[in-house]
């Protein structure tokens, strides 16, 4: 019904800037939310940053300053611009959201996730 697709992870030194794209694509009539959350290694995934349809964003306390998530409705995407990286930011990626359905699957909710990308930042 619907796909994520990630990409723009990599790596980057401290203090540097990276950004993620996530763009969607199926019988997608509009959306409701979308967003990215991270997961390090031997901890648990937590909300980054996500934008609703009234444009209203929200931001971990950890990000705030340094990342901005913004979304291409036309385009179905969001993008999450990261600056002055931290090695604490080294995670895996993934972009989250839910959208209404168009087409044969009109009225119906789909909300999944992305494949991950991952993000590593050195000192």
């Known amino acids: 019904q619907v796909q994520l697709v990630e990409s723009g992870g990599g790596s980057a030194y401290s203090g540097g800037s990276l950004r993620l794209s996530c763009a969607a694509s199926?019988?997608?009539?509009?959306?409701?939310?979308m967003g990215w959350y991270r997961q390090a290694p031997g901890k648990q995934r937590e909300l980054v940053a996500s934008?609703?349809?009234?444009?209203?964003?929200e931001y971990a306390d950890s990000v705030k300053g340094r990342f901005t998530i913004s979304n291409e409705n036309a385009r179905n995407t969001v993008n999450l611009e990261m600056k002055s990286l931290k090695p604490e930011d080294t995670a895996v990626y993934y972009c989250?959201?839910?959208?209404?359905?168009?087409?044969?699957?009109?009225?119906?909710?789909?909300?999944?996730w992305g494949q991950g990308t991952h993000v590593d930042v050195s000192s």
């Open positions: 989250n959201a839910e959208f209404n359905l168009d087409g044969a699957h009109y009225g119906s909710t789909w909300h999944g």
């Open positions: 934008v609703s349809r009234d444009g209203t964003t």
């Open positions: 199926g019988s997608i009539l509009s959306f409701n939310y």
